[in-house]
């Protein structure tokens, strides 16, 4: 199976994502600004016991992301796939 970094799975679409390669079996790595703030993944990932860990990654931040890499190739040596799903939406 696949080591797959995810971002933005706080809420939506990364969340789905995160869930559904975590259910087929992949090492998915669900990155979020703030996890504290959206703890409903970590949740369902203890309850299913799924292959997903839960990083902080703040797109924004090069040093951010750069850590969250780093900690990702330090535990799973390589990243196979990217799901750039982080951003920002806006309702005016």
Not at 19 to 40: C, K, S
């Amino acid at each position: 199976m696949s080591n797959v970094l995810v971002t933005g799975t706080s809420t939506g679409i990364g969340y789905a994502t995160a869930l559904e390669l975590g259910r087929a079996g992949h090492t998915v790595y669900a990155t979020m600004r703030n996890p504290g703030r959206a703890p409903q993944l970590g949740e369902a990932v203890a309850r299913e016991k799924l292959p997903v860990k839960v990083l902080v990654m703040d797109v924004d931040s090069d040093s951010s992301v750069a850590d969250a890499v780093a900690a990702i190739h330090a535990e799973g040596g390589h990243i196979d796939v990217l799901v750039n799903n982080a951003g920002l939406a806006t309702f005016g």
